[in-house]
């Protein structure tokens, strides 16, 4: 089955601690992935997606496809960066993109 | 731009009863998604549209669960009868093009069915 697995359902770091939120996916074909960000009280948004290679909010992710993942990383993690974290693989499927959500990692940054 | 917009943000209904939900995406987006999140998991895909055509709706419980866009901008989400594993959040997504994975979220529908 193609899917995504995120293994963690809970990250607890300190202020200023490196970050690494796992995502592992399982697909046929040339993947597409994303990284999904939900701050408290807010909207699921994009947080940055592995085509664009750029780090966003000090956040970056590598594709490995031989190890099939795509793991989230910060050097320095903040208290503003406490928030669910969703790894999502654009599934393609006789010729419709559908995009598929892990079940989320939760982060804390504790001060 | 205004985002996706969703109503209601809270319903609470009985089982068996009947619910809709509705979504208007970004203009100018042309796919629309409805995903169903239930608490500890990640989102579901419910039904993707393309304008007013469906493109997947494999996990659709097409029994109990409906859903609309006509004119291919607004779409309407409905469930009748709910089930208590219906509760969950119903979130709206739209995107510029059906190729992407770049989505835009509503804020969600938060169904309790009692």
């Known amino acids: 089955a193609q899917r995504v697995t995120q293994p963690e359902k809970l990250l607890s770091v300190f202020k200023g601690a490196p970050v690494e939120l796992k995502c592992n996916y399982s697909?046929?074909?040339?993947?597409?992935l994303f990284w999904y960000v939900q701050y408290s009280r807010q909207r699921l948004q994009l947080l940055l997606r592995?085509?664009s290679r750029e780090s966003i909010k000090g956040f970056t992710a590598d594709l490995n496809k031989g190890e099939t993942s795509f793991h989230l990383k910060k050097p320095f993690a903040q208290e503003e960066d406490s928030a669910m974290y969703y790894c999502?693989?654009?599934?393609?499927?006789?010729?419709?993109?559908?995009?598929?959500f892990g079940r989320g990692t939760s982060l804390i940054v504790h001060p | 731009e205004a985002g996706v917009a969703q109503s209601p943000r809270y319903k609470i209904i009985e089982k068996r009863q009947s619910v809709a939900f509705w979504c208007n995406p970004i203009s100018g987006h042309a796919t629309l998604y409805w995903y169903q999140q239930i608490l500890g998991q990640g989102p579901k895909l419910l039904i993707q549209f393309q304008n007013n055509g469906v493109v997947d709706d494999s996990q659709l419980p097409k029994d109990r669960f409906s859903a609309e866009r006509l004119k291919g901008v607004d779409s309407t989400l409905k469930i009748q009868p709910a089930k208590l594993e219906d509760s969950a959040v119903y979130l709206c997504?739209?995107?510029?093009?059906?190729?992407?994975?770049?989505?835009?979220f509503g804020e969600g529908s938060r169904l309790t069915v009692l």
């Open positions: 999502a693989l654009l599934l393609s499927s006789g010729g419709s993109y559908i995009p598929t």
């Open positions: 592995h085509i």
């Open positions: 697909y046929s074909g040339s993947p597409e």
């Open positions: 997504a739209s995107s510029r093009e059906y190729s992407t994975g770049e989505l835009f």
